[in-house]
């Protein structure tokens, strides 16, 4: 992330720009292999999405991590100038407003970290790994296998921390993976103006509601997900283009609105002018995740969930088509007033089985879904 406004670069990013060119400039290596990794210094952090673990042939787990290193940065005046780039004005919100304003743009002024490195120790596991080197954007991405001598079938969650530093000056953050079997439903769910009242089709209205106002669930929705989530080996998958600094708002809806909680699929973000992405970087954002887990879990069934505001029907077929024996069922929740015979739905849905997908009434609790088998 920059430091401040779109274009502007801060000190440290600027010396190591200049660093960068002399290097080339000398036939040298890139940066990242002329200075060595380092591990996190005191005021940077680590921040990760729950990803996923897959229990393998031999007992042991496959796990995906997905960190964000960065230092916060709190100088005075970025609130204000974010809001201004938004096109809000912070002094006609109420105080609670410009509390949760603050609170949900915090990570959007911090600067991504390069080149950090940490270790990684499981919960329940012995040993312990090391990180690769976080990128440009300060994303760390990794995929391991690990022994795991106390998981139970039962378990849903593989927990773990990261390790900073030595002896008592030891940081710890922590992060966690959703264990998900060989065989079962696994439901891809949207967030926004899907289990969240967003209102994307109204920008002003989807900036407050998403930096100013209380997260508001989407009617029925919570009960909806729970009831589904009672068929043994249920995993959930939430799937959205909100970018990756708004993960820690997300998690506390999620969870406090009582959805049943899953791994986390953010797109990433590291400029202001790319907050709100266009249609097409929506599109393969979606599309890339969702393929990702079709081949991760090749025994398992799907299920995906959207709205009408945006592209998910269309996306949503065209998953269904190329992987039809994967796609148990397809739900929309509608926000747009149109029902299962609109000419868009007959367009998307073409020849797809009618039984496989329906659409969710916006204004209460949907009814009970027959999962094909």
Request: charged share 25%; hydrophobic share 40%; proline share 8%.
């Amino acid at each position: 992330m920059s430091g401040g406004i779109e274009g502007s670069i801060s000190p440290p990013l600027r010396r190591r720009s200049l660093l960068a060119g002399a290097a080339l400039l000398c036939g040298l290596a890139p940066l990242q292999a002329v200075h060595a990794a380092q591990r996190l210094e005191p005021g940077e952090e680590a921040l990760f999405m729950p990803g996923t673990a897959r229990p393998t042939d031999d007992g042991r787990l496959e796990v995906d991590i997905h960190a964000w290193v960065y230092e916060p940065e709190r100088r005075w005046g970025l609130n204000a100038a974010f809001a201004r780039y938004l096109g809000l004005s912070l002094h006609k919100l109420s105080p609670a407003a410009r509390l949760r304003f603050n609170q949900r743009t915090a990570l959007f002024h911090a600067e991504s970290e390069e080149g950090k490195v940490f270790e990684i120790d499981f919960d329940g596991s012995p040993g312990r790994v090391s990180s690769p080197p976080s990128g440009a954007n300060g994303r760390m991405n990794m995929r391991l296998v690990i022994d795991v001598p106390r998981l139970s079938p039962s378990d849903e969650w593989l927990k773990f921390h990261a390790v900073t530093g030595p002896g008592e000056l030891l940081h710890r953050f922590r992060g966690e993976a959703l264990i998900v079997p060989a065989q079962g439903l696994s439901i891809i769910s949207d967030i926004d103006d899907t289990i969240k009242r967003t209102q994307v089709r109204d920008r002003r209205a989807m900036l407050l509601n998403t930096f100013a106002r209380r997260f508001e669930a989407a009617p029925g929705m919570a009960a909806y997900y729970r009831a589904l989530a009672q068929a043994p080996g249920t995993r959930f998958h939430y799937l959205s283009a909100s970018p990756i600094q708004l993960y820690p708002a997300l998690a506390d809806f999620v969870r406090d609105a009582g959805f049943p909680t899953g791994s986390m699929h953010l797109r990433e973000s590291t400029t202001w002018r790319t907050l709100i992405p266009g249609d097409q970087d929506s599109r393969t954002h979606k599309l890339g995740v969702i393929e990702r887990l079709l081949a991760d879990f090749p025994q398992r069934r799907f299920m995906l969930v959207g709205d009408s505001g945006e592209s998910d029907p269309e996306i949503y077929a065209q998953v269904a088509r190329a992987h039809p024996h994967r796609i148990d069922s397809i739900a929309i929740r509608d926000v747009t007033g149109e029902d299962s015979r609109a000419e868009r739905y007959a367009a998307a849905f073409d020849g797809i089985d009618p039984a496989r997908w329906r659409i969710l009434p916006s204004d209460r609790a949907p009814a009970p879904i027959q999962i094909a088998r």
